[in-house]
């Protein structure tokens, strides 16, 4: 399989494309960050009371 024919999703938290990556296989459905560090700034995001950024209207 190419790189370019696995799936992809955006970030909630910066919005970037991430595609699927061997370690998610089994909760692909639940990751929702492209990474740690997203993940992490997105839970203190929440945390503080501001709202998460969201998809820009196409």
């Known amino acids: ?3 370019s024919d696995l799936p992809s999703k ?3 938290h910066c919005g970037r494309p991430f595609s699927w990556r ?3 296989e089994r ?3 639940k990751v ?3 990474s740690k560090r997203c993940s ?3 839970k203190n995001t929440r ?3 501001m709202p998460e950024r969201t ?4």
């Open 1 to 3: 399989m190419k790189k």
């Open 32 to 34: 929702k960050y492209c």
């Open 27 to 29: 909760d692909w459905d």
């Open 47 to 49: 945390a503080s009371g």
């Open 40 to 42: 992490r700034e997105a």
């Open 10 to 12: 955006d970030c909630l």
């Open 55 to 58: 998809k820009p209207a196409k």
């Open 22 to 24: 061997k370690k998610w």
